[in-house]
């Protein structure tokens, strides 16, 4: 007898519903699309249908695993894991003072309810300001413009795909990633309905992706010149009249400031550095103002970029100075369930975004959202002094990997004193790992997207428990996390987990009880505590923030709202509706205003000014990278499902530049940087523009010690050997990876 199980994917970030069919062994018989799910209607992708090879792949770790003295490793008990840790990470504290221990946390964390809910204690019993993660090779200049304009870093405006007739998209994807900072299943339908409503797609990006492919439009740009484009784009705005932000305009702070920032960067000024012409600049902010309802959204391409946190805030003063923010069809602000960050407390007004409060010892990069950024790791490893990082805690993480000049970090971290991994497999960073600690597969967790919800085009909330009972000798990934922290706190590997989670559950309702406007405010911490027993770990403290959220039943309040129990009766997730305008009370600047112009990305003009004055040399090349939708970063490559067929680490080249250089398609080239050298093969695109080549991230498997067999034969090159870590966006710090200057030359073939 087979049993049918629902469970929202958390492999990208569209949180797709999945209909698993279990045979009565428990053993998953087959994936497909959930139909019923109130958001993702029956669409999934590959990735969703690899999950069942995920949870029975033979090479995931079941057991914590230590590091023998040969060099290998041999599993353990948790105690003993967790005994070497107190004893790794001590030893290293007492020699060099919190800050010699990094925390590094990767991407799956943002789909995982215990990273989401338990990792912050973690970084604050370790009391470290070396904080690391995924965020800064990705999306903190998007989060870091938004908090400058509108308050807080998780107040990033999204794109209404489903209500727009004008879509114009720079450096994304989404037909290949599915959407990022866009939480949208099936994007290709979405935007095929904007195109069947009369809409229109365009997709300014280096190369002729699939989404430019299906877009009405397709822009080749330079890399990194995005700013330019932008910034030309606001200039034609003002200078044809055609600003006119409507409804928010007694909002907004810098119009004016904007005008005269913007006035030299007339597009035929910035033609020749973008490789846009003038004329399709000018049709571009035309088209953009004539149209109903259009927004503009930006992605990857423009964040990992050297202007990526003022790109970023030049796609939302178009959408500002268009009259398409916070409105129908526009770039709009969710309200989810559980999160969001601008939706409690005093409304309109608040903080604002802090950054800089401390500063890499090495280099002095600032500070952002409580983060150094990872670019800086290597050298904080290996420069001596007061501060040195001698010890790391990776957490979903593999940064050796994904993160620039991977050839130096992984060098480093074999120099320090301690490792510990929380994770999966044993990959090319965990390998490094003196002790490597389990994390239970997808099926064995339960999931709410804590995070995407706040950046998805419906607001939605969809719960999934476990799919099936923890394998023999795993535990749930929380108690991993609160194992940590107790040993990060003092307590020792034997602290006692569920009272440090009694503390970490009150604490969260103290806070809740102490904000005015909170539904509980006044209330009890103990007397609400109770309320919600039995439950303990994530599912208390997602109930907890389920009630008191802006849908939540209060803790007795109302008793139509949202709690787990009502999210528990809905298997196919509550929708809560189409998005609606928040403004101005999502504001939480300090203003209460949009602050259109914020110093610190005023100041960044300075340099858009220099990119003018510095043309590109003849035949030089520069390097972005390529998502495909059967790849998920660097950890999916051990599926047998996802990795058929044709090899895919391969370095695209326009024809043009392969005939100059000598490189034949499916020969091997040699690409180098300032920083290291790789090879592999050559793909002759036209896809691509001249001057341009592509390399996906996430490959190179094919290094010692990793415990990837799938992957290490189909092993591909890492690209992030090329990526220069002294290459960052200054303003946020964020890495540069789109845009790294390389050379190429014919390898020996073999
Ligand atoms: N050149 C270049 N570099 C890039 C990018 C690029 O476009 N170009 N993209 C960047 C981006 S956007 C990102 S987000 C980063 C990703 O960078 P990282 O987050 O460092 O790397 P991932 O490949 O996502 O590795 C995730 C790890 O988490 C493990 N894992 C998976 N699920 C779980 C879980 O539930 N619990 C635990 N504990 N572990 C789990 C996996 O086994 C894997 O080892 O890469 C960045 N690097
Ligand atoms: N299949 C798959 N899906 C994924 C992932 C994955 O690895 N594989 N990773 C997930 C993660 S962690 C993230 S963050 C998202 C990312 O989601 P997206 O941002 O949609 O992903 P990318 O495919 O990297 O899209 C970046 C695009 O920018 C273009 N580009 C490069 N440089 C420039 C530039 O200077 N200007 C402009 N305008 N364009 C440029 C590239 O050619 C590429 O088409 O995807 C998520 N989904
Ligand atoms: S699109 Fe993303 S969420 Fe949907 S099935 Fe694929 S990987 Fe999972
Ligand atoms: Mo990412």
Known sequence: MSVTAYRTCPLCEATCG????????????????????????????????????????????????????????????????????????????ARGGADAVALYIGNPSAHNMSALLYARALAKGLGTRNVYSASTVDQYPKQ??????????????????????HLLVLGANPLASNGSLMTAPDVRGRLRAIQARGGKVVVVDPRRSRTARAADEHVPIR??????????????????????????????????ELRGLAAPFAPERVAAATGVPAETIRRLARELAAAERAVVYGRMGT?????????SWLVDVLNVLTGNLDREGGAMFPLPAVGGS???????????????????????????????????????????????????????????????????????????????????????????????????????RAHYDLALYGFAIRNVANYSPAVLPMGDGMQDEWRTLLRLTGIAVGQGAGADVDAIDDFVALDVLRREAATAGSPVHGRDPAELLAALAPRRGPERLLDALLRTGPYGEGFGRDPDGLSLAALEAAPHGIDLGALQPRLPDALRTASGRIELTPPALVADVERLHAALDAPAEDGAMVLIGRRDLRSNNSWMHNLPLLVRGPERCTVQVHPDDAARLGLTDG????????????????????????????????????????????ASAHAGANSNVLADELAVDPVSGNAVLNGIPVSLAPAAAG
């Open 18 to 93: 999945l209909e698993l069919t279990l045979d009565a062994s428990g053993a998953v018989e087959r994936v497909r699309g959930d139909a019923d799910d109130v958001f993702s209607r029956g669409f999934l992708c590959p990735k969703g249908v690899s999950i069942k090879e995920l949870h029975d792949d033979p090479d995931r770790l079941r057991t914590p695993l230590r590091r023998t003295a040969d060099g290998s490793f041999e599993p353990c008990t948790w105690d003993e894991a967790f005994a070497l840790v107190a004893a790794g990470l001590e030893g290293v504290r």
């Open 144 to 165: 870091l413009a938004s908090a400058l304009l509108f308050g807080t870093a998780t107040t990033v405006a999204v794109p209404d795909l489903d209500r727009t007739d």
């Open 223 to 256: 890399p990194g010149t995005d700013a330019l484009l932008l910034i030309a784009m606001v200039a034609v705005l003002f200078e044809e009249e055609l600003a006119a932000p409507g409804r928010l305009e007694p909002l907004c702070d810098g119009l004016g």
């Open 303 to 311: 964040t990992t970029q050297t202007f990526g946190t003022t790109a």
């Open 342 to 444: 601008n939706s409690r407390g005093e409304p309109g007004r608040g903080r604002g975004a802090r950054t800089g409060r401390w500063s890499s010892r090495v280099r002095g990069l600032g500070e952002v959202f409580g983060e150094l950024p990872v670019a800086c790791l290597a050298e904080e490893i290996e420069t001596p002094g007061d501060g040195q990082v001698r010890a790391l805690i990776t957490l979903a993480g593999n940064p050796v990997v994904s993160t620039p000049n991977a050839g130096r970090l992984d060098g480093a971290l074999a120099s320090l004193d301690f490792i510990v991994s929380v994770d999966l497999y044993v990959t090319e960073t965990s390998r490094h790992a003196d002790v490597i600690l389990p994390a239970p597969s997808p099926l064995e």
């Open 667 to 710: 020969a091997p080239a040699r690409v180098r940087s300032r920083v290291g050298a790789i090879e592999l093969p050559v793909e002759v695109d036209d896809a691509i523009m001249p001057g341009v080549v592509s390399i996906p991230h996430g490959w190179g498997h094919g290094v010692d010690g990793v415990g990837w067999r799938v």
